[in-house]
């Protein structure tokens, strides 16, 4: 990794205790828009696992007695580092998950935005007094660190994923040990070296990056030393999980999939609609939780909206993401691109217009070029599953109780976007939606002073914000009698 400006953050193996651990076997990392093996990482088993778990559970009396200013100092100095290491971390990003270089960079900021927020937050930790029955007695309430937290994390935000858990976990007072998907570990090896050169304490923070996510996921959702788990990830683990913590009861947050509508109504402006759309669509090639995956959009401005849709498209760049100017890099892996090119085959089939892309960039490759169907049906695949790719499927409504029906005829409910100017229709339609986050005349909402999380089957927990402390914090009721 000639191009690293700190060659020391390039890691291949799992730290826990403050310590570099190797392992017997070895995992390749590879670069998906080449394919090129970029560093075999040592493969940490559950036994492994075990031992981070340890480290954490050690270091959590002293962790979470530090007075908070404390936590927060070493919060902001973890921040900072990585703010002047952006573009490493950065390109490390890149290379191990192949979006392009200014959004890695863009994730770098903000994963390390929450870093900052929660160690600002950690010092607002209030408890309360509540006036008591009787005159003898009063109510106190303090907020305690949960304990240890152990977290799972996706590929397509390598950096942030584990930022927005882990700030919230160290501020709170908790310690953290956490599994990255094993096709971005590098970026969650350098957060912990990061860490470790910050001075966070051996054992607050912690990595295992290993393959055999079953028996690590076994071990971070079954110990009974931990006390909290939170995932990112799709439904299907997520649910399997949460069966998993329920032996020992541990706290659970739960990051979800997503179905997200977004709705163009005829009275929106269209320029900012197309601008929103594009940002919440093409975003990392579509593989967010919150991407638009439906797009709905009221009959009478359809055919202005698809011709200034698919003209915008025409500035879309898929390409290797280090390259100047791509803005859509590959998809994370063949089976990723396969299942976008079959939702798309099937929908052309079942009557949907292609008016773009629709295929592959080149054969044997990850690329997958910007898409744009029309004439999609509530019933077609490509309205039903989590798209994860850089399509855009549009439907046509013609009444405001249509299509919030529509919006909210999925099990999941992550993040909605619509656009209107009309005031009562914007209040109508917030309320109506059964999403966890709603964008109005916004494509990109997440931030770290607002709660991100969804209802439904898109999970429950908070991310960001005050809200996202609360989920690491135990509330404790303290009865002072005999005054
Ligand atoms: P994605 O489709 O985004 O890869 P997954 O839910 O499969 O979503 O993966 C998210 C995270 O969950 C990754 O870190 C992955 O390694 C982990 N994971 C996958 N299967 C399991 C499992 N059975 N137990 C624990 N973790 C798992």
Redesign the pocket.
Known sequence: MKSLKDKQLLKSQSYWQGRWHGAAAQFDVTNPATGQVLVRVADASAEHAEQAVASAAGAFKEWAALPAAERARLLLRWHQLMLEHQDDLGLLLTLEQGKPIAEAKGEIGYGASYVQWFAEEAKRVYGDTIPGPAADKRILVLKQPVGVVAA?????FPNAMIARKAAAALAAGCTFVV?????TPLSALAMAELADRAGIPAGVFNVVAGTD??A???V??QDPRIAKFS????T???K??IKQCADTVKRVSMELGGNAPFIVFEDADLDAAIEGLMASKFRNAGQTCVCTNRVFVQQGVMADFTKKLQQAMTSLKLGVGTDDGVTIGPL?SMDACDKVDELVQQASEQGARLHCGGKRSEAEQLFYQPTLLTGVTADMAVAKEEI?GPVLALQSFETEDEVIQQANDTEYGLAAYFYSRDIGRIWRVSEGLAFGMVGVNEGIISNAAAPFGGVKQSGYGREGSSYGLDDYLDVKYVCLGGL
């Open positions: 799972i994390t996706p590929w397509n599994k990255p998907a094993q096709q996510a079953k690590i996921g076994k971070l959702t995932f990112t990830g799709s299907q683990i997520g399997q999980l994370i994860f």
